[in-house]
């Protein structure tokens, strides 16, 4: 069948999905959110799937990873296994974790905390319902100036998803976990849509982990809001540990407000397809944020991350550092605009990518970008790309270490400018260690767990 053909099958499929199954996915949600669902869909259903010929999407072809027979569930499924008892996260301070099971909150814990400080944490339906007008103020808010498509699908498919409220002046001080898992029989299409809230001068970092249990394809199209008040300060870390038949696409949006601090940092260990776009919005004064992403890929991997900063007033920061290893015939993309107002005055900006090669088949491609209105700026953007340093080669062999453990000890001082920058020590130890896992060959699994996902 010739690809646009399918392409249009696809899409008429998704629109014929929605409309059959939409009294099961409205009457699970209320007005303001199915209302939000209608005027996505309907902007879905106009511009489609991301084209080929999209600039915006030129190195990655989103249309055929919409290709798998993927099935849509619009009700959590019984599951018949203990999910706790083949999956464990041994991070010391990640042991309190909540769990999504194909989009949906793990059915065994309680849907919605609220802690004696005020701070609300779990699923962002039970939210939508307990406190209606603290969802409705900030869902879908972010994703609205992007015009991004799979967040329009997303919008109108997305059942469950993580819900965090920090009020004014809190400070969260042990990360909050979200185990993301797909387990499947059958190859699954899966949308869930995050929410975090931070207000004022509050504090909490969130840490989201991709794995599934099976080896069925499945493709996961998740979407992340991020809203940070003035002085908060937030991290999120997330870790892609998926098999090569997975399609990972994420869209996080942030927006900060005065003198927040904001830092992302992206590590994706194992996935078939794999895009991740990153969008900020530094909408207020001195507001900082940094950025950052590691990927490894081998086979035919393919992995693209997709960065948009825009400095939308004065005196803001924004840092970005991106990096993959790439082997076999794997292929790694990365694109980063910086677009700064003509408000933007006295921006510092700094891009930079870096890519690893370990052999003639593997590629990347690179497309850094900057957009200056202002005139008093400071910014510079960069990627290089090359293999391994021969120099540091020759002095490593010089003192009796094997070429294949000059290599490795190499690559994983390459990695190393990026896990550094996670400040969760425990969480910084644990990639450590699975990226030196990766880079050997031998990563199939975290420490505790029981699956193999390789």
Same mark, same amino acid.
Request: aromatic share 8%; charged share 25%.
């Given at each position: ?238 870790? =892609?540990?998926?098999? &090569?038949?997975?399609?990972? +696409?994420?869209?996080?949006? $942030?927006?900060? !407000? @005065?003198?927040? #601090? ?124 090359? =293999?391994?340093?021969? &120099?540091?080669?020759?002095? +490593?062999?010089?003192?009796? $270490?094997?070429? !294949? @453990?000059?290599? #490795? ?46």
């Amino acid at each position: 069948m010739a690809e646009e053909n399918k392409i249009s099958i696809i899409k008429n499929d998704l629109v014929d999905a929605f409309r059959k199954n939409s009294k099961i996915i409205f009457e699970q949600t209320p007005g303001f959110i199915n209302e939000l669902r209608s005027k996505y869909f309907q902007e879905f259903e106009l511009v489609g799937l991301p084209a080929k010929n999209s600039e915006f999407y030129k190195y990655t072809n989103i249309e055929s990873a919409f290709f798998g027979a993927y099935k849509k569930q619009f009700s959590p499924q019984p599951l018949t296994i203990d999910i706790k008892e083949v999956f464990t996260c041994d991070v010391p301070e990640l042991e309190n974790h909540l769990m999504l099971v194909n989009g949906w909150f793990y059915d065994k814990e309680k849907k919605l905390n609220v802690l004696p400080n005020g701070a609300i944490i779990g699923s962002v339906i039970e939210a939508s319902k307990q406190f209606p007008e603290l969802v409705e103020k900030h869902y879908g808010k972010y994703i609205a100036e992007q015009k991004e498509s799979l967040s329009m699908l997303n919008m109108a498919f997305a059942q469950d998803g993580l819900f965090v409220y920090i009020p004014k002046g809190v400070v969260i001080e042990k990360p909050i976990q979200l185990i993301n898992l797909v387990v499947a029989t059958e190859e699954l299409m899966i949308q869930p849509h995050n929410l975090i809230i931070l207000e004022e001068e509050s504090s909490a970092s969130v840490v989201i982990c991709d794995h599934s249990l099976n080896p069925h394809a499945f493709l996961l199209n998740s979407t992340t809001e991020v809203h940070a008040g003035k002085n908060s300060r937030f991290e999120i870390c997330r870790q =892609q540990n998926a098999h &090569d038949h997975s399609v990972q +696409l994420t869209n996080t949006f $942030i927006l900060q !407000k @005065e003198s927040s #601090h904001v830092n992302s940092v992206y590590v994706t260990l194992h996935g078939g397809i794999v895009r991740n776009n990153l969008y900020v919005n530094l909408s207020e004064p001195n507001a900082k944020n940094k950025s950052y992403g590691l990927w490894l890929a081998d086979k035919n991997q393919h992995i693209d991350n997709n960065t948009y900063i825009h400095h939308a007033a004065p005196e803001c920061e924004s840092n970005q550092l991106y990096k993959g290893i790439l082997d076999n015939s794997s292929t790694g993309i990365f694109s980063g605009r910086i677009l700064v107002d003509k408000l933007a005055q006295k921006t510092i900006a700094f891009q930079s990518n870096k890519n690893l090669l370990m052999t003639n088949d593997a590629k990347t491609r690179s497309k850094p970008q900057l957009e200056i209105y202002a005139d008093d700026v400071k910014c510079s953007h960069g990627s290089t790309t090359g =293999q391994l340093d021969e &120099d540091a080669m020759f002095y +490593l062999r010089q003192r009796g $270490i094997s070429k !294949k @453990e000059a290599c #490795h000890l190499l690559m994983l001082a390459f990695a190393d400018d990026v896990i550094n920058k996670i400040s969760i020590a425990p969480l910084r130890d644990e990639i450590t260690g699975l990226v030196e896992k990766r880079l050997r060959g031998e990563l199939s699994r975290c420490n505790r767990c029981k699956v193999n996902c390789g």
